[in-house]
């Protein structure tokens, strides 16, 4: 009864949010973005250690970006310490806003893009990726109310690599427009 009550408030924040947030919208690609978050579901073992190559890659290939990661875990998946900072619905406060030292210090940055994998359309996942101020987001297929600037179509049977490399793929076709003066 009390989780109902919790995720209905929650609900109605992620609404709010979506409605009142303003954000400097830029377009953004993986090598124009100076520092990138990354926010996912890391329910599975398997995405984690996906995630965790990735992160390890993307670090040594981009060594000069900030890379923030956040996961969420399910409360009956729960794992210790894991590699990167995480929030658990345990977080989510009775004002419907998730709190925590973990979200507060991935909401404190401001990256230039945000890459949210949500497969199971999470409440949590989406209210942090709405409460984000990123200048870009780009997310899996949600259920309204969003606020990714691009959707990568994400087929339930795919992981996060095949969402990752999607996401890559139509971020290396963005070319902002002020690197068009530029040239």
């Known amino acids: 009864m009390l989780d109902r009550l919790r995720m ?8 709010q949010l979506v409605e009142r947030t303003k954000r400097r919208r830029r377009p953004h690609t993986l090598d124009t973005a ?7 579901d890391a329910s599975e073992e398997e995405t984690r250690k996906i995630v965790a ?7 040594e290939r981009e060594h000069r970006k900030r890379l923030h990661v956040l996961a969420f875990v399910d409360d009956a ?3 210790g310490q894991s590699r ?20 507060e210090h991935f909401l404190a940055e401001t990256p230039d893009l945000l890459l ?8 949590p996942i989406q209210w942090v990726a709405a409460a984000s101020k990123a200048a870009m987001k780009v997310g899996n297929t949600n259920e309204p109310p ?10 339930l049977d795919k992981d ?17 427009v002020y690197h068009e003066q530029a040239v």
Do not use: M
């Open 160 to 176: 996060i690599q095949f969402f990752l490399r999607e996401a890559t793929h139509y971020l290396s076709k963005i070319v902002p």
């Open 116 to 123: 949210c994998f949500n497969p199971r359309q999470l409440l």
């Open 8 to 15: 209905a408030l929650l609900r109605r924040s992620l609404r």
């Open 146 to 155: 969003h606020d990714f600037d691009v959707v990568v179509e994400t087929p």
């Open 84 to 103: 990167f900072p995480q929030f658990t619905t345990q977080d989510l406060g009775w004002r419907g806003q998730l709190e925590g030292p973990a979200v």
């Open 77 to 79: 998946h729960t794992v």
């Open 34 to 40: 100076r520092s990138v978050a990354l926010l996912f």
């Open 53 to 59: 190559l990735w992160a390890e890659g993307f670090t």
